[in-house]
C-alpha cells in the first residue's frame, strides 16, 4: 500500500523530538472542537462493558451536519493518561469531521468522565476492553463499518487487541501514532534522568486518575501507588497485578504490543517518528515489518511523540497519514515498504 503524502517537515518553532512532543502542551488555546471549523453535533455515549464489574465506558459521538453515506464510524482511542479531550483526539476528529465521517472519542476504563463510572483501571494490557465495548456498540453507530486510531498507550491496546482476534474484529482498518510496542524499553527511556520531567508529569496524572474516589483499590494498592517515585515502581505494585503478572517485568514481557503484531489481520498503519523521547525506535527499526502484509509501517526521524507538527498548514501530518490510510486500505491490503 502506499500513502500518497508529502515528506514529513517539522514546522518553525517546533524542531527537534521535544518540542515536538511538548507543542500541543504549549498551545492550549488550540485545544477545542469548534462548530465554525468542523460543523457537527456532539452526543455523550454510554457502553455497559457487561463484564460483571459493573464498569460503564463513556464517549463522545461527533456528527457532521453532512455524513456521507457509506463512510466508516473512526474511533480514537486516547494515551495514558488521557481522554476524549484530549489535543491529538480533537484535532483527527475535526479532519474526520469534515470529511463526512462520525467520530467516537472513547475514555477508557477509569479515564476522563469515565472515571467516575469505573472502579477499575485500564493499563497498556487492557486489550479485552475493546472487545467488550464492540460488543455492546449499537448497530446504529457500526452500520457502515468501523475503523479505529489508537494514540500512545491506546495504540498499544489497539495492536495487542488486534493480534489476539486476528480477522474475528468488526474493525475494517487501524491506525496507531507513536505506540510503545516495547513497555519495558519504553520505561527505560522514561527513566532517563533526561525525561525526569516526562516521567514527573506522566506518573503523578496517572497516580491521580487512579486513586480517584470511585477508584476500587486494595490498601495496598493504594499504599503502592503512592509511593511510587517510578514508572517501574508503579508498574510493579499496582499495573503488573492488576494484568494478573507477578511484577512489572513479566507484566512487560507479556503485555507488550510488539509480540502482537504477527498475529494482526486487517490493513493496519504503524506511525512513529525516531526522534520520540517516550518511545525507543529501536523496537520499530528491529521488527520485521515484511513478515506480515496487513502492516503499513511509517517511520519518520522526526515527529516526536505524537506530534508531528509540519509545513503543511496547522493540521498535524498525522492527521493526514491516517485519513490517507484508511482512504486507500478500502482498496489495498499489500503493505506499504519503507522508512520516510
Not at 151 to 165: D, F, Q
Amino acid at each position: 500500500m502506499i500513502l500518497d503524502l508529502p515528506d514529513f517537515e517539522q514546522r518553525f518553532p517546533w524542531w527537534g523530538g521535544d518540542l515536538q512532543t511538548l507543542r500541543d502542551t504549549v498551545m492550549q488555546a488550540l485545544h477545542r472542537l469548534p462548530t465554525d471549523l468542523a460543523p457537527h453535533s456532539s452526543q455523550r455515549q454510554r457502553f455497559d462493558v457487561r463484564d460483571g464489574s459493573g464498569d460503564v465506558l463513556l464517549g463522545m459521538l461527533d456528527t457532521p451536519v453532512a455524513p456521507q453515506p457509506g463512510t466508516p464510524l473512526v474511533l480514537l482511542i486516547h494515551g495514558a493518561p488521557g481522554n476524549e479531550d484530549g489535543p491529538y483526539m480533537l484535532s483527527m476528529s475535526r479532519y474526520m469531521l469534515d470529511r463526512g465521517h462520525r467520530v467516537l472519542r472513547i475514555n477508557l476504563r477509569g479515564a476522563g468522565p469515565s472515571r467516575a463510572t469505573c472502579r477499575r483501571q485500564y493499563s497498556a494490557g487492557s486489550s479485552a476492553d475493546l472487545g467488550l465495548l464492540f460488543d455492546v456498540m449499537p448497530d446504529e453507530l457500526t452500520r457502515d463499518g468501523m475503523v479505529a486510531v489508537g494514540y500512545s498507550v491506546g495504540g498499544a491496546v489497539l495492536i495487542k487487541y488486534l493480534g489476539e482476534t486476528g480477522k474475528d474484529t468488526p474493525l475494517k482498518a487501524a491506525a496507531t501514532v507513536s505506540a510503545p510496542i516495547d513497555l519495558r524499553g519504553t520505561c527505560g527511556q522514561l527513566m532517563r534522568w533526561r525525561n525526569t520531567p516526562y516521567q514527573r508529569s506522566v506518573l503523578g496524572r496517572m497516580r491521580q486518575e487512579a486513586t480517584a474516589q470511585i477508584a476500587e483499590l486494595t490498601a495496598v494498592e493504594r499504599a503502592n501507588i503512592e509511593k511510587a517515585r517510578t514508572i517501574l515502581e508503579y508498574d510493579d505494585g499496582f499495573t503488573a497485578g492488576r494484568n494478573g503478572k507477578a511484577n512489572a517485568l513479566e507484566y512487560y514481557a507479556q503485555c507488550s504490543a510488539l509480540d502482537y503484531l504477527a498475529g494482526i489481520r486487517i490493513p493496519t498503519l504503524c506511525l512513529a517518528a525516531l526522534d520520540d523521547p517516550w518511545v525507543p525506535g529501536s523496537a520499530y527499526v528491529g521488527y520485521d515489518w515484511g513478515g506480515n502484509r496487513w502492516l503499513t509501517p511509517l517511520l519518520v526521524p522526526n515527529g516526536g511523540h505524537v506530534g508531528f507538527h509540519g509545513t503543511a498548514g496547522l493540521q498535524p501530518w498525522r492527521d493526514l497519514a491516517v485519513a490517507g490510510f484508511f482512504a486507500v486500505s478500502k482498496a489495498s491490503k499489500v503493505r506499504a515498504a519503507g522508512v520516510r
